[in-house]
């Protein structure tokens, strides 16, 4: 639940009828801001985003797919795979620090 409200922090979404008012393109970029706020945690996942956008963990995933081509677990996985990349050239952690 700790987890949960951090994200809430991030993204400022009242209640249900406020996401259902947006558009697609703005759920997702909301989705993508949440995910980009948080993918260092690991206590983080996609639950965590649906529930902040007040959306079905499905029903999420299916937007997503839709709008960008890729899964959220995909977008979540590249993003923290390109950062421990980053990291890695960076020589700021070493291998075990960033598994």
């Known amino acids: 639940m700790s987890v949960l409200m951090k994200i809430l922090g991030s993204e400022h979404i009242q209640n249900s009828d406020e996401i259902h008012g947006l558009s697609h393109n ?3 970029s909301k989705a ?6 948080n993918f260092a ?3 983080f996942s996609v639950s965590n985003i ?8 499905q029903h999420l995933e299916r937007l997503f797919k839709k709008e ?3 899964t959220l677990v995909s977008y ?3 993003l923290r795979l390109s950062n421990a ?6 020589r700021a952690y070493s291998i ?3 598994c």
């Open 68 to 70: 960008t081509g890729t």
């Open 50 to 57: 649906a529930r902040v956008l007040y959306l079905s963990h």
């Open 26 to 28: 703005e759920i997702i």
């Open 76 to 78: 979540l996985s590249e």
């Open 85 to 90: 990349e980053k990291l890695l050239h960076e």
């Open 96 to 98: 075990k620090e960033l």
């Open 41 to 43: 945690r690991p206590d």
């Open 32 to 37: 993508k801001n949440i995910i980009e706020s």
